[in-house]
C-alpha cells in the first residue's frame, strides 16, 4: 500500500492527512512533493496528520526532517499530529522527538500557531 495523501484548510493552516506508508522511494517523494506543493502555494502554517501512518522507515523519518526543514526556511512552521506508537517509538529513538513540535489534538495544533 503506498502513500495517500488528503488536503484540507481549517483557520489559515495547511492540514495534510496522511495513511499508508512512508518508506524509501514513493512515500517518501509523495510527502517531499506535497509539502512543497503546499510551499509553493504559500502556506505557511503545515500540519502533518500521521494517525494513519501504519509504517515508516528510516528514509521516511528523514523526508519528516526534510519537510520540517524546507517549511522553517520558507519562513513557515510545521508540526506533527496524531503520532502512531511506532512513528512515536521510532522519533524518540532517533531523538529527534525534540526537534518537532508534536500534538496528539488537531484543535491545540491549529491554535499552536496563534
Known sequence: ????????????????????RITLGEGSVTLRDTVH????????RIVLNLGEINY???SGI????????????AGGDLK??????????LLQITTLYTVFDIWDNEVS?????K
Open 1 to 20: 500500500m503506498s502513500m495517500k495523501v488528503a488536503t484540507r484548510q481549517v483557520d489559515g493552516v495547511t492540514i495534510l492527512d496522511l495513511s499508508g
Open 37 to 44: 506543493d503546499a510551499l509553493a502555494k504559500g502556506s505557511k
Open 56 to 58: 515508516i522507515d528510516s
Open 62 to 73: 528523514g523526508e519528516l526532517v526534510s519537510a520540517f526543514t524546507s517549511v522553517k526556511n
Open 80 to 89: 506533527l499530529l496524531n503520532l502512531t506508537r511506532k512513528v512515536h517509538d
Open 109 to 113: 495544533a491549529i491554535s499552536a500557531f
